[in-house]
């Protein structure tokens, strides 16, 4: 049963687009929710987070929107750069749930 | 700040022997987590100790796993015996025991039991 999904296992966008990344969640209790980018051959290393109680939170090029009554969160990266290109995890934290809960990935390509 | 160092980078072994994955925290962080990541899954926490002390184990996937956190800067987690199907890559991650602290990430240990 996976809390923290991420659909869509791939995405390719050109240099200078938007990349959007989604999430979604079923779990009503999460109120944290995390993005961690990973290289090949790295771990995980942390991007931008979002607090349950705003439904935008922006860093840059990157920015996370929380829709909490669609249990979604997205998030943009713009202008997109080939070093973008890396996959995206998704995470989630709250209520019970004392640990973060990972998506499966998306993995970014952005091509020149 | 030199990171969480994890060793071995890569592991080669038999099935049934004994694996032990090693990791050194972030000086000051006094959560550590192991998680594995593989493909159908993605990534699991297997274990995470605060101030040393195992916390929860849940997903810890049969008594072959172990983990141990001796000292505030070293954590093992040992499989005995291995199997094919234990093949992932093993991550360490710290943090601050504060909340939303976030984790800190080692570069993982690709496992492969033949």
């Known amino acids: 049963d996976q809390q923290v999904k991420q659909n869509s296992p791939s995405l390719s966008v050109q240099e200078g687009r938007i990349s959007i990344l989604n999430c979604d969640y079923t779990?009503?209790?999460?109120?944290?929710f995390l993005w961690y980018k990973k290289y090949p051959a790295e771990g995980p290393t942390f991007l931008i987070s979002?607090?349950?109680?705003?439904d935008k939170n922006e860093d840059g090029r990157f920015t996370v929107f929380l829709n909490k009554s669609a249990k979604h969160l997205s998030l943009h990266i713009v202008p997109s750069q080939p070093g973008d290109s890396a996959v995206y995890f998704c995470?989630?934290?709250?209520?019970?749930?004392?640990?973060?809960?990972f998506g499966k990935g998306t993995k970014l390509s952005v091509k020149p | 700040d030199a990171g969480v160092i994890q060793s071995p980078r890569h592991e080669v072994t038999e099935m049934g022997q004994e694996v032990t994955l090693r990791c050194k925290p972030i000086?000051?962080?006094?959560?550590l987590f192991w998680y594995r990541q593989t493909m159908m899954r993605g990534l699991e926490l297997l274990i995470y100790?605060?101030?040393?002390?195992?916390?929860?184990d849940s997903g810890m996937p049969e008594d072959r796993f172990s983990a141990k956190m001796p000292n505030a800067s070293f954590s093992t987690l040992k499989i005995q015996p291995s199997e094919p199907r234990d093949s992932a890559v093993y991550f360490c991650?710290?943090?601050?025991?504060?909340?939303?602290?976030?984790?800190?990430f080692g570069n993982g240990t690709r496992l492969t039991v033949t």
């Open positions: 991650a710290s943090s601050l025991q504060a909340a939303h602290s976030p984790l800190h």
């Open positions: 779990n009503s209790m999460f109120d944290y």
């Open positions: 979002i607090s349950s109680i705003k």
């Open positions: 995470a989630a934290i709250g209520g019970s749930q004392g640990n973060l809960i």
């Open positions: 000086s000051g962080h006094n959560s």
């Open positions: 100790f605060n101030n040393n002390v195992p916390i929860d």
